[in-house]
């Protein structure tokens, strides 16, 4: 099928995901196009299967805000017409859903019926989408999606809450491309970042509110009074300068390194010990799943849809959120001897197989044939 996939290009869950996707549903015959304001940032190779649309947004001074959508939903229209695409998935409903379906709508006049598929990824419903000033063209255009996917059970159920939603949503969970982590790195490189008798605690996010950056902190901080450990913080956002204050006012300078962005999570991943995860809500977690690949266990909080991806006790503890004091319990109890870490380790890549691409990617195939049937 040809393809065209609107995502946000930058370091987030729903545009890995979506990028992630989209080579997969290359590598098996597909043809897909990306269409968005910049190169996703997972996306390195491009070929005659993957294509990238950039849109341009001119510059005008009448304009307080510039029209992204515009210019999105005629990039859709253009890139459609040229390609012959012949389905949309679009993540993250907004604007994506709403630009979406105005493309949609114009192709119509020129008699080119195209489906539309909405994945819903989280703060597109929980943070931004149910606030007043958007909700209503966000139900609506959940509701003219031709299919309606969100990454967990737990999105679903709240889709269903905060919006009066009239499609049924059906749950597709994110992935991970287990083949990709199959072959341990030779240059693991443990050395470059504690020494031997150190463990690693990782963390990875965008550092917005929801993660609660200040109780990764605290945690950690819990954790190294009573082993060596060192904590690495990998990302960038505007929790990060209180984050550094945080570790200065703590005397914990020397434990703590900040790494910025990363495109090589794995490389990182591959030496943790522990990942921490005490979000204030996360309606899947994917940091959670690629460390779990890693055979990194997880303490993370029990909110939203954390619970369907790191199981308690198995691969990782859950705890209430912002209960810190849980969380370093949890932590020690792990990392207390290398018999139980190791024990946690194997279990928690066990448990992110299940969520391999190969038992994922043929649910989207099947709704991506339904949808096109349908229309
Ligand atoms: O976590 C973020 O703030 C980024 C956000 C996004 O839209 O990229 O992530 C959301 O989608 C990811 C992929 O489906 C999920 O794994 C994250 O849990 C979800 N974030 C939240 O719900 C806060």
Redesign the pocket.
Known sequence: MKIAIVC?PTF??????ATELGIALASRGHEVHFITYKQPVRLELLSNRIHFHEVHVPEYPLFHYQPYELALSSKLVDTVKAFGIELLHVH?AIPHAYAGYMAKKILEEDGIHIPMITTL????I??VGNHPFYKPAVTFSINKSDIVTS?SENLKQKTLDFFEITKEIEVVP?FIDESKYSTSFTDCQRSLMAEDHEKIITHI??F?K?KHIPDVIQTFFGIQKEIPAKLIMVGEGPEKEGAELLVEQLGITDKVVFLGNSNEIDRILCFSDLFLLP?K???????ALEAMINRTPVISSNT??IPEVNVHGVSGYLSDERDVADMVKNALSILKDEETLNTFKENAHKVARKFDIKNVLPLYEALYERAYKEN
């Not at 987030?12 to 995901?17: H, L, P």
């Not at 990824?121 to 597109?124: E, L, V």
């Not at 809500?281 to 940091?287: N, R």
């Open positions: 946000y987030g869950g729903s545009g890995v995901v993250y990824h989280g703060t597109d929980t943070l990454v994110n996010s965008n917005r929801v979000s809500s996360e309606s899947f977690g994917l940091a939203g849809g």
